[in-house]
């Protein structure tokens, strides 16, 4: 059996690899490059760093594993980066983890593998995938270790998909992994975790879409819930719906972000009201333990990676489109952020927020 390791440079692929070994497989490395340009290819906390290739490259060679990098920086422009900012343009608020899992990871790395002759795909996600053999479904289910789960950015693989995917970290917790890559002796075993998006390794969205559009987005109001001006705001794509920190307003009660109107180049604030809502509509969904939800599916839902999920009850009135009704009204449930779906541990599916 022979298996493509997805090797970003880190611990957790890094051990991904040692495990597949021991388990017998036939292993080879891949490095995804995904992005150029000198800053990122320079910053330690980003992906495709000089730093990362090193030192996949050197699990790779302590492993007696081939080992190699891809360009498909190409494809996660298209793919990812673009709709990034058409997101941001449009007021919604991006999450290109699951794009780049979606499009890149798990459909270009799963061609390549395949024109290689591997039979599964393996990455460092702490999840799990497991058969049913009742249904004949394949399905995504959280990691052991649920502080780690990453189930969430996972949940648009398909069933092709899944089907080849392996996450060996699954049944583990993030110590345990460091200590095998300890005993391995990998140079990143201690190495720590990035937690921004790699393309945009300090932080700043805004200035990252104003220099890769060439675009300077234009200054306009902030409106209270009455209309009005309560002062001005240095371009929508630099707001999300619930933000309070960095509006430049004073006063006695916070204010926080409640709509972003791209039309009117207005970004509408409260004092809290207008934060919560009991339903959400997704489109452009995909469904996992199930080919379709028929009726009403009770289930539990998170609409953020961070956010534990609450109950709630989910239709489907047509092919692409979920309606998620919570039994609580959830706080800055925002457009283009990703709306999944849980049955205990398993993920029924998920979409993006419309």
């Known amino acids: 059996m022979r298996a493509l390791i997805a090797m970003s440079g880190g611990v957790d692929s890094s051990v991904a690899a040692a495990l597949m070994k021991e388990q017998g497989y036939d292993c080879m490395g891949v490095t995804m490059r995904l992005f150029h340009s000198e800053h990122q290819r320079l910053d330690p906390k980003s992906c495709c760093s000089v730093r990362d290739v090193d030192d996949a490259a050197r699990v790779a060679l302590l492993l007696s594993i081939p080992y190699e990098t891809k360009d498909y920086s190409a494809d996660f422009s298209g793919k990812v980066i673009d709709k990034f900012v058409r997101t941001y343009q449009c007021g919604g608020t991006p999450n290109p983890c699951i794009d780049c899992n979606r499009y890149l990871k798990f ?6 593998g395949l024109s290689r002759d591997c039979d599964v795909i393996v990455t460092g996600h702490y999840a799990k995938v497991e058969k049913d053999e009742e249904s004949g479904r394949y399905v995504l289910k959280k990691a052991e270790d649920l502080s780690k789960d990453q189930s969430y950015v996972l949940y648009n693989l398909s069933q092709e998909q899944l089907k080849y995917c392996r996450f060996p970290l699954g049944e583990l917790n993030k110590t345990r992994a460091r200590e095998i890559a300890a005993e391995y002796g990998f140079v990143n075993a201690d190495k720590a975790e990035s937690q921004d998006i790699c393309f945009v390794p300090d932080g700043d969205y805004a200035s990252f879409i104003e220099e890769y559009t060439g675009t ?7 409106v209270d819930p009455e209309g009005n001006v309560l002062g001005r705001h240095k371009g929508v794509i630099h707001y999300t719906i619930g933000q309070r920190k960095g509006l430049g307003l004073a006063a006695e009660s ?7 109107d791209v039309a009117d180049n207005r970004v509408h604030l409260s004092h809290g009201e207008g934060l919560f809502t009991d339903s959400l509509t997704a489109h452009d969904i995909n469904l996992i333990s199930v080919p379709r939800i028929e009726g009403q599916m009770r289930v539990k839902a998170k609409v953020r990676y961070r956010q534990t999920e609450t109950p709630a009850t989910v239709t489907q009135p047509d092919e692409d489109t979920i309606k998620v009704v919570f039994d609580e009204p959830q706080r800055a449930v925002t457009k283009g952020q990703a709306v999944v779906l849980y049955d205990g541990d398993t993920v029924v599916g998920g979409g993006t927020i419309a």
């Open 107 to 112: 459909e270009k790395l799963l061609e390549y």
């Open 216 to 222: 300077k987005y234009p200054e306009g109001d902030f």
């Open 254 to 260: 916070p204010w926080y972000v409640t709509g972003i």
